[in-house]
């Protein structure tokens, strides 16, 4: 068991009102907010008819792990935040906040999905991905139980899931009523802008860095939403963008742990780029936020993650750990969801989380040739889009 200072207990991290004014006006920012350029693409719904009644539910999700931990052959263990001990360990409606671990390597690794609520495939993706490392006795996942310990978030953001929106709302617990700001106004922090140096506005950010800080994980991968998108150049429809929240090659990526995560993350998108390059109905690009712009910011939670954040004297030793991220076109907000492509929007995150963990496994992703993230597709790069310094000049 680690040891770690106490927070202040009821001093739970001051709000910060003027950054969480300045979150919700960046409900137009990345990740995958960006209005689709494509007014025709046809993946996955040309017609924009989402519907929302297949989406999983928080409750879905709650039964599903109870489920698998009682019947997975291979020992999933469900449980929540409070019960790993974290100090502040519910959302700010007062949901409990789940995780669920298989596997018994030494190598641990984070996977999040639905850090915004109206991204909901990563749950699914997840869910399923867990069920296979719980189930599955071949060779694969016989490898990946014995390399890694595997920590599953499935819903990050369950308060904004239930809503069907990108952010969580501040929460006033005992009056169980938003928590107004000064002009009355309901308070939406996107959680994937969170994880600060000056602290966490939400509780569900804090609560997650405090088990961030107790798994110290050696890899994560985060899964994510875009809207309709085509790619540059050739006008096909992505279906998957592959992204990096510290641009490779960009303003931060490369003086974090002497470049190391640099190389490591390309090399981990471009083993992804070539294993799922073999089935026909993934085309991949690399995620931007548009007009050519990389993104680069620094209160992502997988970016703070990379830039080992310690907050609070929590990681005071500075660990830190690569990510990535997976984008999937489609959004319930826009209307692009589409119903048809669901089981393939899910597979293909199945897939590609699959893949990178064994070729991280087996140590293929380290033997690929990092140089080759410039041939995915992509614009040409006009710049950095930051959370910290505005738009930045290419390098
Ligand atoms: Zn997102």
Known sequence: ??????????????????????????????????????????????????????????????????????????GV??????????????????????VATVGSGEEHVWVQGRIHGNE???????????????????????????????????????????????????????????????DGKQQRIDLNRDWTADGFVADESLAFYEYWTKVKPDFGIDIHHQGLKEEWGTGDDVTLSL???????????????????????????????DQLAKYGSINMDRYQVGNGYEIDIKGGV????????????????????????FETSGNTSDGSLGQKARGKSIRQNVLAMKELLLGLATGEVQQADAERWEDIPHQPVNGYQTDYAGIQPPR
């Open 302 to 325: 997988v970016s703070a993650m990379m830039l080992g954040l310690d907050y609070q004297n929590l990681n005071p030793d500075g660990h830190s750990n690569p990510v990535v991220f």
């Open 120 to 182: 909901p495939y990563g749950t699914d993706s997840i869910l399923t991905l867990l069920k296979d490392l719980g189930s599955n006795g071949s060779a694969d996942y016989s490898l990946l139980r014995e390399k890694f310990t595997f920590h599953f978030i499935p819903m990050y953001n369950p308060d904004g899931s239930e809503a069907n929106i990108r952010h969580t709302v501040l929460w006033d617990q005992e009056s169980d009523a938003p928590e107004l700001d000064a």
């Open 1 to 74: 068991m680690t040891h770690y200072p106490k927070l202040q207990h009821g001093s739970r991290p001051k709000r910060y009102r003027t950054l969480a004014a300045a979150a919700a006006i960046a409900v137009v920012l990345p990740f995958g907010s960006l209005a689709p350029a494509a007014a025709d693409a046809n993946f996955p719904s040309p017609e924009g008819q989402t519907n929302i009644s297949s989406i999983l539910t928080y409750s879905d999700v709650v039964a599903e792990l109870q489920k698998l931990e009682q019947t997975s052959r291979y």
């Open 243 to 273: 992204g990096i929240s510290l641009a490779p090659g960009g303003p931060t990526l490369p003086n974090i742990e002497n470049g190391v995560y640099d190389v490591l993350t390309r090399q981990m998108h471009v083993y992804v780029y």
């Open 77 to 98: 263990n469900a449980f929540t935040l409070e019960e790993a001990g974290t100090q502040v360990s519910t959302s700010e409606q007062g949901r409990d906040l789940y």
